[in-house]
């Protein structure tokens, strides 16, 4: 109901405390993992490859920690805000609008950010959105009426999107061109780790009290801190890239749908997987445990992934994981009561694949799309994204009011079918393909704005500075050189547009 509110309590959400043998295993599988990486790591230091990453580091790490906090408050709000709900037993659909309304923010604030920055500069645009959202969070607080918090949502969402392309501004300007690449892979596991400490932190802190609030505020203040005393001049202000809807409608309306049903799935799993686990009996440690091992799924993933997207068909890769996706979803979807040790193994097999469906998106797209267009590419791609991710949140929500929390991942597996369905591999003639395809594949971060494009290894740095640096005056050549697309491309046949 519009006029409900909330009461604060001390305690957890008062579901079971008792994990069982999965807690066990995940906390040891995550340690061999943790344990086998930083050997690599450190093996790496010793190699031309190690010397390149301790200079991108030194040169980066206050901007990769300015992100890392901004995720972990980011994450850790998000988990929190949907457990509060719960334990307050909140319908679902309140908590899928509270995502929704981060998305909506976001998406605003891509539209707005670059206005903020041009007028006041980098670093005092940066202070005061991170004001801003330190404020609104602390708002969630201070007022319980739920309508209020969809509102703090949006300001959150526009805030931190107004961040995110201060710092992306800063790497672009401060990256060597041959050095994008592994700066933009920086940035993508600064963006998965704040994710899952983000998490980790209901682990330790169980309690749903205002302390966590307090804990996301300071987070933000932090973030503040390696920007607002950093000596470096500013770099150019970057605009967000040109749009062409029409022609990337037309030319790659199969990596389209699958961005889009990426935004659907994610966009869902983010905003109610923490109340899907808390009605299914888990503890607030093991809400945080289980969201922490499935956002790391994301980022372990991206590393075979890019093996594989390198050497076979994107296309049928794709598909390929859509059929996983649904595969490994369906127990969760048809199962009201899960096992605890099959709800973490298929959350964290979920999650696996739904986190490769973007990444294999976007290579495949840029595939098809001449060089010159890759810009206006990811900011299409960013867009479609994001109206998947406002949207699928308020589906899934009243999905799981009137149908049952099972209905998440019944809504997740729906959509796996529909890409099933969609992408196909062999209406992809390649009339289109660039000669240099298949481009190299780029592991994408967590979360970013659309000037991230300016830091994406296959976007040529010459294209950026024109089309995000320099002014360019709007011209319609979509229509012309669009009619015969990944219609023609990726070219599905007429009746399959």
Same mark, same amino acid.
């Given at each position: ?44 230091? /010793? ?7 301790? #200079?991108?580091?030194?040169? !980066? ?42 998305? !909506? ?21 940066? $202070? ?14 201070? @007022? ?24 992306? +501004? ?7 061109? /041959?050095?994008?690449? $592994? ?7 600064? +963006? ?11 682990? $330790? ?41 029409? !022609?990337?409608? /037309? ?85 009201? +009561? ?89 209406? @992809?003639?390649?009339?289109? #393909? ?8 780029? $592991? ?24 995000? #640096? ?22 599905? /046949?007429?009746?399959?547009?």
């Amino acid at each position: 109901m519009p006029g409900q509110s909330l009461s604060f309590k001390a305690g957890g959400s008062g579901v079971g405390k008792h994990p069982g043998t999965c807690f066990f295993i995940c906390i040891n599988c995550k340690a061999v993992i943790f344990t086998y990486a930083f050997k690599q790591f450190f093996h790496q230091l /010793k190699e031309p490859f190690g010397t390149l990453m301790r #200079q991108i580091w030194k040169s !980066f790490r206050a901007l990769y920690f300015a992100a890392l906090m901004m995720l972990i408050g980011s994450g850790l709000l998000s988990t929190y805000l949907a457990l509060r709900l719960a334990a307050d037993h909140v319908d679902s659909l309140w908590v899928g609008a509270l995502m929704a309304a981060n998305y !909506f923010g976001l998406a605003l604030g891509g539209k707005i950010g670059h206005r903020l920055i041009a007028r006041v500069g980098h670093i005092r645009a940066y $202070a005061t959105c991170a004001g801003i959202v330190g404020a609104a969070v602390l708002g969630h607080g201070l @007022v319980s009426w739920l309508p209020a918090w969809v509102l703090l949502r949006v300001i959150v969402g526009l805030g931190m999107m107004c961040q995110y392309m201060v710092i992306e +501004s800063w790497l672009n300007e401060q990256a060597d061109a /041959k050095q994008r690449g $592994a700066v933009f892979s920086g940035y993508m596991i600064a +963006s998965y780790l704040g994710l899952v400490l983000g998490q980790l932190i209901l682990v $330790a802190h169980p309690q749903l009290g205002l302390e966590l609030l307090m804990l996301v505020a300071m987070c933000f203040a932090l973030c503040l801190v390696p920007v607002a005393l950093t000596r470096r001049i500013h770099p150019a202000p970057l605009r967000p890239a040109p749009m062409e809807p029409r !022609f990337f409608i /037309k030319r790659v309306p199969q990596s389209l749908s699958t961005v889009l049903g990426a935004g659907l799935i994610v966009g869902s799993f983010y905003g109610l997987a923490p109340l899907y686990a808390s009605k299914q009996g888990l503890s607030t440690e093991q809400v945080g445990l289980f969201m922490g091992c499935c956002i790391f799924a994301g980022l372990l993933v991206q590393w075979p992934l890019g093996w594989l997207s390198d050497r076979y068909d994107r296309a049928l890769l794709i598909r390929s994981v859509a059929v996983g996706l649904a595969i490994v979803a369906l127990p969760l979807a048809i199962m009201p +009561s899960v096992p605890l040790e099959v709800l973490f193994v298929a959350g964290f097999a979920v999650s696996l694949l739904q986190f490769c469906l973007y990444p294999l998106a976007v290579a495949f797209s840029n595939d098809h799309v001449e060089g010159e267009r890759r810009v206006s590419l990811t900011a299409m791609l960013l867009v479609t994204y994001g109206v998947g991710a406002s949207i699928g949140p308020l589906v899934a929500g009243v999905l799981m009011k009137v149908l049952g929390n099972q209905m998440l991942y019944a809504f997740f597996v729906f959509f796996a079918l529909v890409l099933v369905w969609r992408i196909r591999p062999k209406a @992809v003639t390649g009339l289109h #393909q660039v000669d240099d395809a298949p481009l190299h594949h780029v $592991a994408m971060p967590a979360a970013g704005s659309p000037l991230s494009a300016a830091l994406d290894p296959r976007v040529d740095e010459q294209v950026v500075q024109d089309q995000m #640096q320099t002014p360019v005056a709007a011209e319609d050549t979509e229509a012309q050189e669009g009619d015969d697309a990944e219609v023609v491309t990726e070219e599905v /046949k007429p009746t399959q547009v």
